[in-house]
Each structure stands twice: as structure tokens, then as C-alpha cells.
């Protein structure tokens, strides 16, 4: 057997499976540092664009579901709160309250006020104006 020579320190021999023998040099302790800051900056540099990345796409679904909260809004008119200031006219007479006993005047006119409950669903009136707001149209229901 013939003797081999020693490696330098950088250089190593690494033998694969088969039996090749593949010469390797290791980088110098600079080279590695700065291979491993290269890695750094690339990770963190990423991360932060993933980051930024994530938050455009939170605030554009949220700016999204605001216009869409704005055009629902505009096709639906507010009802008119009553306000304190606004006292009932003599004509309006007030709902009867649950504490009233059965021998008190009653509305006969208003359904809250109806001891017995309906058996049927409740009923509805559509006008044109409902129709509307339909996504087929007035004419979906046809």
C-alpha cells in the first residue's frame, strides 16, 4: 500500500458509496460569516415582505367590506328615529301596556294587543318598492 500524503487543513476527501474519492475545500471562517449574513438578510428580508404582503391583503378586505357596507346603505333609507323632543299628538293613543288589567280600555285596532296568537304565519303587503330591491328584479318572482 502506498502511503498518502496529509491534506492541507482546508481541503478534505470525501468518499462516496462506490468508492470515488471527491476532493472538497473548506471555505475560510470569513467566508462562511458572511455566507450565513447573506442567509440572514435573505430570511428577514423575506419575512418582511410576506408580513407587508399579509397586512395589504387584511386592510383591503376590510376596505372592501366597508364599500360594500356603504352601497348596501345607500339603497336602504334610514327610518326616522322618534326623538324626545317630539311629543304624540292627541289623536295617537298610546299602546296599552302589559300591567293593564282586562277591564281597561283597549285599541281594538292593534294586533299587539291581541290576547290570542295567530295560527298562521304572519302576513306581509308588498309594494313595488320591495320588489326592487330584489337581485332579479320584480320579475324573479314570476
Known amino acids: 500500500m502506498s502511503a498518502r500524503s496529509p491534506l492541507p487543513r482546508n481541503r478534505r476527501e470525501l468518499v462516496t458509496p462506490v468508492g470515488i474519492a471527491l476532493p472538497l475545500t473548506i471555505a ?3 467566508a462562511r460569516g458572511g455566507a450565513l449574513l447573506l442567509d440572514l438578510a ?4 423575506s419575512l418582511i415582505l410576506l408580513l407587508l404582503a399579509l397586512l ?12 360594500s357596507q356603504q352601497a348596501g346603505g345607500s339603497e336602504v333609507e334610514p327610518s326616522p328615529s322618534p326623538s324626545s323632543s317630539q311629543e304624540p299628538s292627541p289623536s295617537e293613543s298610546p299602546s296599552p301596556s302589559p300591567s293593564q288589567s282586562p277591564g281597561e280600555e283597549e285599541e ?30 320584480p320579475g324573479s318572482l314570476a
Open 56 to 67: 395589504l391583503i387584511v386592510l383591503l378586505y376590510f376596505w372592501m367590506s366597508m364599500l
Open 28 to 30: 475560510s471562517l470569513g
Open 108 to 137: 281594538e285596532g292593534d294586533p299587539s294587543s291581541s290576547p290570542e296568537p295567530s295560527d298562521g304565519p304572519p302576513s306581509a303587503t308588498l309594494d313595488e318598492d320591495d320588489l326592487e330591491g330584489l337581485p332579479g328584479g
Open 42 to 45: 435573505l430570511i428577514v428580508t
